[in-house]
């Protein structure tokens, strides 16, 4: 749904004959736009019945996180990553059924993210790592806090429209590596697949290095639904995992 609604949003931001290109000609305002319809999507995925059943994830690089934060099993963390990445394939897959050839458009190109004029590789891949440190530190921050839990989706939105916003005129704005996954397979842009893929991960090892060193403690729950956990301690958590922190580690130790 998030890679659908990003092609829809490139076609009509940036594609030809789009009355909304045309009202809206400058590349800020057309980010602006996109930062904001996104940020939304996002919040409004992660508070539907979807993304309460399944923990809101829709970005490795967050799952990624919560994992080496003892979060989320490995296991489970697999199955999250596998179906993400898919879900970018079929995002744009079902972009290019919906709106049919105008997605390979040069101005569309399948939604696939670019980065600013003279941005190198390796630039890209700090900007990014840059971009997910900052989106999660807010994530872990209130998800490490009862009574700021129920907040997260409406952080996470936010953010998600900030950085989109800041980005989009730097390194591109992606900081989620399915969000680049199917688009730019599709559109055979390999310049800067590594960029895309791999900072996302180093902010997250970034944020993970962070919170190891400053003690902090590990996330209630690795849902962004802003619910507080729904299992009492000392009773299976979510994915059947022990309910706090302390229980959480002890049982991941043989």
């Known amino acids: 749904?998030?890679?659908?609604?990003?092609?829809?949003?490139?076609r009509w931001l940036f594609g030809p004959h789009s009355a909304l290109a045309s009202a809206v000609p400058g590349l800020p305002g057309?980010?602006?736009?996109?930062?904001?319809?996104?940020?939304?999507?996002?919040g409004s995925l992660i508070i539907s019945p979807l993304g309460r059943s399944s923990g809101g994830h829709f970005n490795p690089a967050v799952t990624v996180t919560l994992w080496l934060l003892r979060g989320v099993p490995g296991?489970?963390?697999?199955?999250?990553?596998?179906?993400q990445?898919?879900?970018?394939?079929?995002?744009?897959?079902?972009?290019r059924v919906a709106l049919g050839a105008v997605i390979a458009h040069p101005s569309v190109d399948y939604a696939a993210i670019q980065p600013a004029a003279g941005w190198s590789g390796g630039?890209?891949?700090?900007?990014?790592?840059?971009?997910?440190?900052?989106?999660m530190a807010l994530v872990v921050a209130f998800q490490d806090r009862p009574v700021l839990i129920r907040w997260t989706p409406a952080v996470v939105a936010a953010s998600v429209a900030v950085l989109?916003?800041?980005?989009?005129?730097?390194?591109?704005?992606?900081f989620n590596p399915a969000r680049q996954f199917g688009p730019l397979l599709f559109a055979g842009r390999f310049s800067y697949l590594w960029a895309y893929l791999l900072g996302p991960i180093a902010g997250a090892l970034i944020i993970v290095a962070l919170a190891v060193?400053?003690?902090?403690?590990?996330?209630?729950?690795?849902?962004?639904?802003?619910?507080?956990?729904r299992d009492a301690p000392g009773t299976p958590g979510l994915w059947g995992w022990p309910h706090s922190p302390a229980e959480r580690l002890a049982a991941t130790i043989p």
Not at 1 to 10: C, G, K, T
Not at 30 to 42: E, F, M, P, S, T
Not at 85 to 95: E, F, P, R, T, Y
Request: hydrophobic fraction near 60%.
């Open 1 to 10: 749904i998030l890679l659908l609604a990003s092609v829809l949003v490139a």
């Open 30 to 42: 057309r980010i602006a736009i996109d930062a904001v319809v996104i940020g939304v999507v996002v």
């Open 75 to 83: 296991r489970d963390a697999a199955a999250y990553i596998a179906a």
């Open 85 to 95: 990445l898919a879900g970018s394939l079929a995002g744009v897959m079902l972009g």
């Open 123 to 135: 630039s890209v891949f700090v900007g990014e790592a840059i971009s997910l440190a900052a989106l």
């Open 164 to 174: 989109i916003f800041a980005g989009g005129l730097t390194s591109g704005g992606s």
């Open 213 to 229: 060193a400053a003690s902090l403690p590990q996330p209630l729950t690795c849902s962004l639904c802003g619910t507080p956990p």
